[in-house]
């Protein structure tokens, strides 16, 4: 729900309080409404009406600010996505030519490091926000890095193809770290 939409709905609800409280409240209550309208009664009002504009304005900031920090969140988490993209795309083109060229080598290294280099971000972002769960996911989200690094850099890279060992450890690590983004991105559209 965006900003504007919030205020929208909590406009109309308060609407609908007023009029649901005015109406039972002749009902139920024994209220006698006066002919005449002194100053207290207009500064009274007044001071009201300025009380809830500052309480509105409050709370719309408040809420918006913790969606931005969200929705930032989110999207360093599809960019990391689209990094691992990239770097399973490169490393899946080297398995399907059965050899690895110098440029290769250096292609997979650059996005291998892009994917490093998103990945720190949103560490770094989540930390800022101070959310200690993403943290945790984010460390854990390192850890399943590294094997994958590990698997595609091990071995005898870059002097001899991959086995299909290698690329099937490859494809599981890729998929576990792509879940656990899509995890974390699923977590934080529910807070």
């Given at each position: 729900m965006t900003p504007g939409m919030r205020s929208a709905v909590f406009a109309i609800l308060g609407l609908i309080a007023g009029l649901l409280l005015g109406?039972?409240?002749?009902q139920f209550?024994?209220?006698e409404l006066k002919k005449d309208i002194g100053l207290g009664d207009v500064l009274n009002f007044t001071i009201t009406?300025?009380?809830?504009?500052?309480?509105?304005?409050?709370l719309q900031k408040r809420f918006g600010n913790e969606?931005?920090?969200k929705d930032h969140i989110i999207d360093?988490?599809?960019e990391s996505l689209v990094?691992?993209?990239?770097t399973?795309?490169?490393?899946?083109a080297i398995v399907d030519?059965?050899?690895i060229d110098p440029a290769d080598e250096k292609s997979l290294l650059a996005y291998l490091r892009n994917l490093s280099n998103s990945l720190s971000i949103l560490q770094e972002s989540v930390h800022a926000c101070g959310d200690t769960n993403g943290e945790a996911a984010c460390i854990a989200i390192r850890q399943l890095y590294i094997g994958y690094k590990r698997i595609l850099t091990g071995g005898n890279f870059p002097s001899k193809p991959y086995s299909m060992k290698t690329f099937n450890d490859a494809e599981k690590a890729s998929g576990q770290i792509s879940l656990e983004l899509n995890k974390m991105r699923i977590q934080l559209n529910r807070k």
């Open positions: 109406y039972f409240g002749r209550l024994t209220v009406l300025i009380f809830a504009f500052l309480l509105q304005n409050y969606r931005a920090e360093l988490i599809k990094a691992l993209r990239e399973r795309a490169s490393f899946t030519r059965k050899r």
